[in-house]
């Protein structure tokens, strides 16, 4: 039985086109399938290339879930919370084992995190403990990497809880970090790392 799959994205989705490729390029050997793809923003580029491989999405943005004006005088924390329930509806609908975090902004919260439990991993472009938390995705990992003035970055897979980064660590990729850098030319060394990193976080889910 393949692991039935959801991805959780925000943005362009180049890591769940790793994700997809192996799953190709795998078929039927391949242990997970993926069988649906939820964005928390309604133009993520990342549901194109779900829709491109015949993957059905979802959309579950705060406006989707909650009405624009619900939305707009919501806190942070009851639009993570209806956000989160809105993806849990989806994962049941589907059928869904394990979840993957690739590159989603939205900070799970409640009765998914109790549901998947030890089956939800996230994609962190820094070597954790180290430049986790609250604010830390994107290029603001890679401009406080080069502002601490580390020697090495990388990425991390680890399964998520209720601590925002804080789960158990299951694999680290390293690059080192060159005196010139930038945050967009570290991010291109990165990049790489996290297509395969995903990948194998996915299939270590899938021989649990």
């Known amino acids: 039985m393949k692991l039935r ?3 959780l994205v925000s943005g362009g989705g180049t890591n769940l086109q790793a994700l997809i490729d192996y799953q190709k390029e795998k078929g039927e050997s391949c242990p997970y399938e993926i069988v649906v793809v939820i964005s928390d923003h309604k133009d993520a580029f990342a549901l194109e290339r779900a829709k491109n491989a ?3 999405t979802a959309i579950k943005s705060p406006y ?3 009405g624009k004006e619900t939305a707009q005088a919501a806190s942070r924390e009851e639009k993570r919370q209806a956000v989160s329930n809105a993806m849990l ?3 049941n609908e589907y059928k869904v084992d394990a979840i993957v975090e690739a590159g989603c902004l939205t900070v799970l919260v409640g009765d998914i995190l109790t549901k998947y439990e030890n089956k939800i991993i996230n994609l962190h472009p820094a070597l954790l403990p180290k430049f986790g938390g609250v ?3 994107g290029h ?3 401009e406080a990497v080069l502002a601490a003035g580390e020697k090495e970055s990388g990425c991390t897979v680890h399964l998520v809880t209720s601590e925002c980064d804080g789960g158990k660590i299951l694999l680290q990729k390293k690059v080192p970090v060159m005196p010139d850098d930038t945050p967009d030319t570290l991010y291109a060394r990165i990049a790489p790392e996290e297509h395969k990193a995903i990948v194998e976080g996915l ?3 899938c021989n649990q």
């Open 135 to 137: 604010g830390m995705w």
């Open 140 to 142: 603001h990992v890679h």
């Open 203 to 205: 299939l270590l889910l």
């Open 5 to 7: 799959t959801c991805v």
């Open 54 to 56: 015949g993957i059905p």
């Open 89 to 91: 509806q989806v994962c």
């Open 64 to 66: 989707a879930v909650m």
